[in-house]
């Protein structure tokens, strides 16, 4: 079956440090993934997703940047975070199967504190 | 408008009743409509997933599509405490299959 696994679930980290949030897919491969952030109260936020090793989309313009160095792993990272970077990260990835297939599954997310 | 209109609530039912929580979808071209439960501090988790009009049973669960209209809903019979939690809508519009349209989610509360 397939899983996604992302690391940490929670981090409280100052203002200006570097952030790395890891996340990796089993089970499938050449899968799409994501990054998305939910802040309190607000709805998903896509920030980034790739369709394939090296290959990043950026939804919006921000502090952050992604990678994926391998079929299955997608990182997202900072190199100097800000206080507004606060929220709940979720990774996640989906299948370009038929149209019955293409269902997102989400990671257990990960909790970022920025102070 | 938002792509993806849900009720924030908090909706709140009785144990045992039928909980119906509703979306609505701005994008016509949109064909793939998916419901997600999310409990508080933890991530969202796939209820359901429909693509054709009509109905779509799954055990307690029945979502329901009418494309004409653009909304979609779920329906949960037999509410139960557990049942409490944020249901968030989400639409994708093939072919492209990478944005997937977050509603902001329906509070749910049941109670015992």
């Known amino acids: 079956s397939q899983t996604i696994h992302q690391w940490p679930a929670t981090l409280v980290q100052p203002v200006g440090s570097p952030l790395s949030l890891e996340c990796t897919v089993e089970?499938?491969?050449?899968?799409?993934l994501y990054w998305y952030r939910q802040a309190a109260g607000r709805g998903l936020q896509l920030l980034f997703y790739s369709v394939g090793i090296g290959q990043i989309s950026s939804e919006v313009p921000q502090n952050l940047s992604a990678s994926r160095p391998q079929d299955r792993q997608f990182i997202l990272s900072s190199k100097k975070l800000l206080l507004s970077d606060s929220g709940f990260y979720l990774c996640a990835f989906s299948r370009d199967r038929a149209l019955s297939g293409n269902t997102i599954y989400f990671g257990e997310g990960s909790w970022l504190t920025v102070v | 408008q938002k792509e993806v209109e849900q009720n924030s609530g908090p909706l709140s039912v009785p144990e045992g009743a039928i909980a119906s929580l509703n979306c609505t979808y701005s994008?016509?071209?949109?064909?793939?409509f998916f419901w997600y439960r999310q409990y508080s501090g933890k991530s969202p988790e796939l209820i359901m997933s429909i693509y054709s009009n009509g109905d779509k049973e799954d055990g307690r669960f029945t979502a329901q599509l009418n494309k004409a209209s653009q909304y979609v809903s779920l329906l949960i019979r037999d509410s139960q405490p557990s049942d409490s939690a944020t249901y968030l809508c989400?639409?994708?519009?093939?072919?492209?299959?990478?944005?997937?349209?977050f509603g902001t989610g329906t509070r749910l509360k049941v109670l015992a």
């Open positions: 994008d016509r071209g949109s064909q793939s």
């Open positions: 089970g499938t491969s050449n899968p799409n």
């Open positions: 989400a639409v994708n519009r093939m072919p492209r299959t990478y944005k997937y349209i």
